[in-house]
């Protein structure tokens, strides 16, 4: 037979396989049992519908070499996800129970069961499918009817597989797995040979997706982890969360810096609008689409009293949009920018904190923004003004102390 070739590459497929279902499923929790070097872990981290990512596997060494490739990205920090990411990699055996990973939507086994003894198998599936009750569980092996189109290889494919299935001998022990603990299988694969040959040999790795059929009896969601006679068979090598939304503190430093960044905007602006320009259009990031009338329209006590002609409070140099809106204000040697106007110029302030007074209410504690006392503005010193470089770091973790991820991660998006 002639030799086949494959690009990409038949690992990269497996992984195309896994990233594809996740995209269409969205499931929330997903664990890659054999992960080796975590190089699946590492392309399924973009992929933020997943909230909890682990990975187990018994070479300790294998995970610690890469498993800091895990850590948050700068752009992490810049723009937090809206859901939160919790990553952990256990060492120890897919053999052996572990309470902390029962119930989970997705579970990935990728070229791994190959490398287990017979009687081992049966304890892999007796954990998987009778312990771990995952919702879908994705299992791929080699297929050995493939292996004559590889002619300049002799035996298995791998030095260490104790065994490699036919598709026969894969279905029989899959549709097995199924009668005993309520699941059902589809069967597929990635690396096909010619349209000639795919017939008589299959796919070069054969997959085997395994869904619950119900959530009683044998397929039954774990127990929470406070139950009695838990097993914590696995040792925690590694741990990280990433910044999300959900969490105050970081919601919080995104309003301080769009904020800052903006307020430094509008008061720039103060010279382009003495040229007869607004500033409204063309400059990138500005709302195209304005908030509703009742949102956009001076509500402010301070704020009516300048449109109500009943005197500024010491406002200096007022300046005006030629929509009718305050744009900023000079008090002694400070710049005022009303929070209004920052909030109905920007639209992911306007969706990050949903309202006015919200934004006012995150953003009033905060050290790093000056408001005027009464709150109605964002105040910058006129020779201190804050440089674009630093609004738009403020309030943000400084990425400078995490571990840079290596290019194949960004093309395998």
Same mark, same amino acid.
């Given at each position: 037979?002639?030799?086949?070739?494959?690009?990409?590459?038949?690992? +990269?497929?497996?992984?195309?396989?896994?990233?594809?279902?996740?995209?269409?499923?969205?499931?929330?929790?997903?664990?890659?049992?054999?992960?080796?070097?975590?190089?699946?872990?590492?392309?399924?981290?973009?992929?933020?519908?997943?909230?909890?990512?682990?990975?187990?596997?018994?070479?300790?060494?294998?995970?610690?070499?890469?498993?800091?490739?895990?850590?948050?990205?700068?752009?992490?920090?810049?723009?937090?996800? !809206?859901?939160?990411?919790?990553?952990?990699?256990?060492?120890?055996?897919?053999?052996?129970?572990?309470?902390?990973?029962?119930?989970?939507?997705?579970?990935?086994?990728?070229?791994?069961?190959?490398?287990?003894?017979?009687?081992?198998?049966?304890?892999? +599936?007796?954990?998987?499918?009778?312990?771990?009750?995952?919702?879908?569980?994705?299992?791929?092996?080699?297929?050995?009817?493939?292996?004559?189109?590889?002619?300049?290889?002799?035996?298995?494919?791998?030095?260490?597989?104790?065994?490699?299935?036919?598709?026969?001998?894969?279905?029989?022990?899959?549709?097995?797995?199924?009668?005993?603990?309520?699941?059902?299988?589809?069967?597929?694969?990635?690396?096909?040979?010619?349209?000639?040959?795919?017939?008589?040999?299959?796919?070069? +790795?054969?997959?085997?997706?395994?869904?619950?059929?119900?959530?009683?009896?044998?397929? !039954?969601?774990?127990?929470?982890?406070?139950?009695?006679?838990?097993?914590?068979?696995?040792?925690?090598?590694?741990?990280?969360?990433?910044?999300?939304?959900?969490?105050?503190?970081?919601?919080?430093?995104?309003?301080?810096?769009?904020?800052?960044?903006?307020?430094?905007?509008?008061?720039?602006?103060?010279?382009?609008?003495?040229?007869?320009?607004?500033?409204?259009?063309?400059?990138?990031?500005?709302?195209?689409?304005?908030?509703?009338?009742?949102?956009? @329209?001076?509500?402010?006590?301070?704020?009516?009293?300048?449109?109500?002609?009943?005197?500024?409070?010491?406002?200096?140099?007022?300046?005006?949009?030629?929509?009718?809106?305050?744009?900023?204000?000079?008090?002694?040697?400070?710049?005022?920018?009303?929070?209004?106007?920052?909030?109905?110029?920007?639209?992911?302030?306007?969706?990050?904190?949903?309202?006015?007074?919200?934004?006012?209410?995150?953003?009033?504690?905060?050290?790093?923004?000056?408001?005027?006392?009464?709150?109605?503005?964002?105040?910058?010193?006129?020779? @201190?003004?804050?440089?674009?470089?630093?609004?738009?770091? +403020?309030?943000?973790?400084?990425?400078?102390?995490?571990?840079?991820?290596? @290019?194949?991660?960004?093309?395998?998006?």
């Amino acid at each position: 037979m002639e030799e086949v070739r494959f690009n990409p590459s038949v690992n +990269t497929q497996r992984h195309e396989y896994v990233i594809d279902f996740v995209k269409t499923h969205k499931p929330k929790k997903v664990v890659d049992l054999g992960c080796n070097d975590c190089s699946l872990l590492r392309k399924l981290k973009f992929h933020r519908e997943i909230e909890l990512l682990c990975g187990v596997d018994l070479q300790s060494d294998s995970m610690k070499k890469k498993m800091h490739e895990l850590a948050p990205l700068p752009t992490d920090y810049l723009q937090p996800g !809206a859901s939160p990411l919790s990553i952990e990699l256990y060492h120890g055996s897919v053999t052996q129970k572990d309470a902390r990973l029962r119930g989970f939507d997705l579970v990935t086994s990728i070229e791994l069961i190959e490398h287990l003894h017979l009687d081992a198998v049966e304890l892999f +599936t007796e954990v998987l499918f009778g312990y771990m009750t995952p919702g879908t569980a994705i299992v791929s092996t080699p297929n050995v009817e493939f292996n004559p189109l590889f002619p300049r290889m002799h035996g298995f494919r791998n030095s260490d597989h104790k065994f490699e299935w036919t598709r026969a001998e894969f279905q029989s022990w899959a549709l097995k797995a199924c009668a005993r603990h309520g699941y059902e299988a589809e069967f597929t694969g990635v690396g096909q040979a010619a349209p000639h040959l795919h017939l008589r040999v299959g796919f070069c +790795t054969q997959i085997a997706v395994f869904r619950r059929l119900s959530r009683g009896g044998a397929g !039954a969601p774990a127990a929470s982890c406070g139950d009695s006679g838990e097993i914590f068979s696995y040792k925690l090598l590694y741990s990280v969360s990433y910044p999300s939304l959900c969490d105050n503190n970081v919601l919080r430093g995104c309003l301080v810096s769009e904020v800052l960044h903006w307020a430094y905007q509008l008061s720039r602006r103060r010279t382009t609008t003495e040229d007869g320009d607004d500033g409204d259009d063309g400059e990138e990031g500005w709302s195209h689409t304005a908030p509703d009338r009742a949102e956009t @329209e001076p509500t402010d006590e301070f704020e009516e009293s300048v449109f109500d002609g009943e005197g500024t409070h010491g406002w200096e140099d007022v300046k005006m949009t030629s929509r009718g809106q305050l744009e900023s204000y000079r008090q002694g040697r400070c710049v005022c920018v009303p929070l209004r106007r920052v909030w109905s110029c920007c639209p992911r302030i306007r969706d990050l904190s949903g309202s006015l007074a919200r934004l006012r209410l995150f953003i009033a504690d905060d050290p790093l923004v000056r408001l005027s006392q009464d709150g109605f503005a964002v105040v910058l010193d006129e020779g @201190e003004e804050v440089s674009e470089e630093e609004a738009e770091n +403020t309030g943000r973790t400084d990425p400078a102390c995490h571990h840079a991820v290596e @290019e194949e991660m960004w093309d395998s998006l």
